[in-house]
């Protein structure tokens, strides 16, 4: 069962930003419920934005149109999609570890994952973090904690443009330019 749910814009988010922010919190207050009600597997928000419609499903490619028929109407306009072709690459398919996330589509396995995480725990543990705020989870594929890291960094803080939050979230090796050496006092590699 899919639904299309659309959110009032709150009077006191004045900007697109602040209501990004706080329908993050939201996502993730949801998802805390959802666990502790024993229903988080039952339940995923595709996407959950003011810009951005996520079109996820667990059929071929091919059949997307016919499983969502908006995307057959000619007026349905976009400036840019995301495909992958796979619903997950080397785990069991599942809506929440099927490609595209909300923020990214990455096709391949981090091999560094258990050192982000470990990263990432060390991290909320050092900011004392709520439940309902942690950026990290178990279950979840790689790409699924590299979008989870994305979405925090991308609503949660400063980082204006997501462009800038994908290049501190995967630097290149060896890099000396000062954009990497500011952002490495804050985020490990």
Known sequence: HISHVFVAWPAFCRTEASFNAR???AKQA?????ARADLVRRVYMVSLSTSTIVYKALVPGARLPDFYPDLR???F???FALFHRRFSTN????WDKAQPFRMIAHNGEINTIACNRAWAVAREQALGLPPDELLTRSGISDS???NEMVEALRYRSSIPHLSEVLAIMVPPAGTTDPFYGFWGRALEP
């Open 73 to 75: 109407d000619e007026r």
């Open 77 to 79: 306009a976009t400036r």
């Open 30 to 34: 949801l998802r805390s419920a959802l």
């Open 91 to 94: 785990t069991t398919t599942s």
């Open 23 to 25: 329908l993050h919190l």
């Open 144 to 146: 699924g904690s590299l």
